[in-house]
């Protein structure tokens, strides 16, 4: 079976791992400060605060900005739930806004829809490894005086005009087993504004200020030295891992251009698309429907999967808080369409090969 996601791990990982349990400081501590020094530097922001892992990176840069009950935030409706269940956390309300069909990602004339008195914030999801277009939704932050999100946690070393994502507004990034680098769990947090990186680690660490000295409600949040070795090894190696996803992404796109009825994914031209996943849309024309597609796919020993079969505000947790059906039609047709292939950095020419032949035969 080619699997769907696979990550790679090398004698630099074990080795951290070694040196972590050797020094008997398996918690928070120098490892993890190295790791956000260079995560930072990598990113190029000034602060990075590392966590437990994404969703409570999302937690916590929500509680940083003091979104409370009654606010709105907007997210995408085609995204994973974690996105909208960060803005459930603190009482707030998330709003749903569409995606464009092509990219995936928030469509920018959706969130100015939505804009209420009560909207404090906008979060984008750089979503399966491509920018949002950023420019249109910054204008809008700026003019409306909204707090800007960046959900990157599937877009690590993904860029907007040649700037990384994460450091427009609040980054959040996650370093789960198959993101394009991990920390086994794991989360991070960057942003330019001092005073919110302050605030983010007293939130992730009971509120401390000082040893015992407690200044207001924490969490208990932190990343492991542990964590922070195996991240440090990963973050070295994350660019030739993204250049193998965009050389078998190009590869993959240039055969499947030439299958009637399965749409490649669209990169835009001003983005370095880093392929968290490789996602097609398995049109009307094609000989099978999607979910039969993905069944003779794993009859035949390619491994897929679907993001995301069932749109947020039709998740029965959503439709149990009173959220109307058909509100971002584009994402409920998405959800029918969409198929993420492997495209991951141990895939072999033989892999590729093998997966197109695949669907050409379907």
Partial sequence: MIPIAKPVFGE??????LKVLDSGMLAQGEWVKNFEDEFSKYIEVSNSIAVCNGTA?????????GI??????????FTFIASANSVLFQNAKPVFADVYSDTFNINPEEINEKITPKTRAVMV???????????????????????????????????YNNKKVGSFGIGTFSFYPTKNMTSGEGG???????????????????????????????????????????????????????????????????????????????VLENTKHVFHQYVIKVENEFSLK???????????????????????????????????????????????????LPVHPSLSKEDLDYIIKVLREA
């Fill in 12 to 17: 630099e990982e074990k080795n951290n791992i």
């Fill in 57 to 65: 990176a999302l937690d916590l840069a929500l509680k940083s900005i």
């Fill in 68 to 77: 409370k009950e009654g606010d709105e935030v907007i997210v995408p409706d």
């Fill in 125 to 159: 999801v750089h979503l399966f490894g491509q920018s949002v277009d950023l420019k249109p939704i910054l204008e809008i932050c700026e003019d409306k005086n909204l707090v800007l999100i960046e959900d990157a946690a599937q877009a690590h070393g993904a860029e």
């Fill in 188 to 266: 991070m947090i960057t942003t330019n504004d001092e005073k919110t990186a302050k605030k983010l680690k007293l939130l992730r660490d009971h509120g401390q200020s000082e040893k015992y000295l407690h200044t207001e409600l924490g969490y208990n949040l932190r990343l492991t030295n542990l964590g922070a070795s195996i991240g440090l090894a990963q973050l070295k190696k994350l660019d030739s891992f993204n250049n193998k996803r965009i050389e078998n992404a190009e590869y993959l796109t240039k055969e499947i251009s030439k299958i009637k009825g399965l749409t490649p994914p669209k």
């Fill in 290 to 340: 999607r979910d039969e597609l993905q069944v003779y796919l794993r009859e035949k020993g390619v491994g897929s999967a679907v993001h995301y079969p069932i749109p947020i505000h039709l998740q029965p947790l959503y439709k149990n808080l009173g959220y109307p059906e058909n509100i971002c039609p584009i994402t409920q047709e998405l959800a029918n369409k969409v198929l993420s």
